[in-house]
């Protein structure tokens, strides 16, 4: 997911508008706000449905996080090791002799 994330917010910038005004100086900078105010929420829209199309879940408003999600947003070191079955939990042998 660290790759669909840097993809997506490199490819944010690219919905942003320019602008031009002409008037006072306050209504030039008004102008100017409303701009980048707009440009934000374009960019966090854009993310939003980059990591959509990325295969990101979102999960419903209110819902409790699942662990699956939790665990992908933990750092490697954070993460807790599965213990893996031993070949005797299997049932294979740990010998093999081969016959004649």
């Keep these: 997911m660290e790759y669909a994330q840097a993809k997506c917010n490199i490819l944010a910038p690219s919905v942003d508008q320019g602008f031009i005004a002409m008037g006072s ?3 030039v900078a008004g102008a100017a706000l409303g701009n980048a105010l707009d440009n934000a ?4 829209r ?5 990591m959509i199309l990325q295969g ?3 999960d419903a408003p ?4 699942s662990s699956t999600s939790l665990a ?3 750092l ?4 807790t090791a599965k ?3 031993t070949a005797q939990e299997l049932g294979i042998p740990g010998q093999v002799v081969a016959g004649q």
Aim: hydrophobic content about 15%; glycine content about 4%.
């Design 41 to 44: 929420i374009a960019e966090q």
């Design 25 to 27: 100086p306050s209504y």
């Design 46 to 50: 854009f993310i939003k449905n980059c």
């Design 83 to 85: 213990k893996r079955p």
């Design 56 to 58: 990101r879940r979102q």
């Design 76 to 79: 490697p070191h954070q993460r």
């Design 62 to 65: 209110g819902a409790k996080k």
């Design 72 to 74: 992908s947003t933990q």
